[in-house]
């Protein structure tokens, strides 16, 4: 079992060692690991923060430039639409980065096996799974966004028309 381990996170044992030198080595070899791991879930989860919070401003943004009212409102809704897809963008580039370079690290020093990488992958996917209010809030954002810079319905104007006249009013 322990010559198992050892392969797998890239530690040989040496002719004269014992089998609880080896088994330290070992653990220290996968303490270290672990903790590799542990730093590339935090920062794809900060990455992910910071996107959601860019998400989040911009939708913000592009709801008071609605409730603004007339066509200049419209337009500043689009262009905030298209910039906070443009942020998200980024941010999920960001993202990719972030697991490329710690999967990089992980990879170059524990000399895993193909097994070990399918665990890293396994590692990224299972974030996701553990943090679905995320995703789901990302989700929501965009579609608000998307939503707020299409054009109003005839139908939207005539249930919603007296509440954004009233917005209006409060933001004059």
């Known amino acids: 079992?322990?010559?198992a381990k050892g392969r797998i996170l890239g530690v040989s044992r040496n002719t004269q060692e014992t089998t609880d030198a080896y088994?330290?080595?070992i653990d220290t070899a996968m303490d270290e690991a672990t903790a590799r791991f542990?730093?590339?879930?935090?920062?794809i989860a900060?990455?992910?923060?910071?996107?959601?919070?860019?998400?989040?401003?911009?939708?913000?943004?592009?709801?008071?430039?609605?409730?603004?009212g007339g066509q200049a409102a419209y337009e500043t809704a689009a262009a905030g639409g298209r910039a906070a897809v443009d942020s998200l963008r980024s941010g999920v580039d960001s993202l990719k980065s972030g697991v490329a370079a710690g999967s990089g690290a992980v990879m170059s020093s524990v000399s895993a096996t193909s097994e070990a990488a399918r665990a890293a992958g396994g590692n990224a996917i299972a974030m996701f799974q553990q943090n679905p209010l995320l995703m789901?809030?990302?989700?929501?954002?965009v579609g608000a966004v998307?939503?707020?810079?299409?054009?109003?319905?005839?139908?939207?104007?005539?249930?919603?028309?007296?509440?954004?006249?009233?917005?209006?009013e409060r933001l004059r």
């Open 46 to 68: 900060a990455t992910g923060q910071a996107a959601y919070d860019t998400v989040t401003s911009g939708g913000q943004a592009a709801y008071e430039s609605v409730a603004a």
């Open 146 to 168: 998307i939503g707020l810079a299409l054009p109003s319905t005839r139908q939207e104007d005539e249930v919603l028309g007296p509440y954004r006249d009233q917005a209006r």
């Open 38 to 43: 542990s730093r590339m879930r935090d920062s």
């Open 1 to 3: 079992m322990l010559d």
């Open 23 to 25: 088994s330290k080595r």
């Open 136 to 141: 789901g809030a990302l989700g929501i954002t």
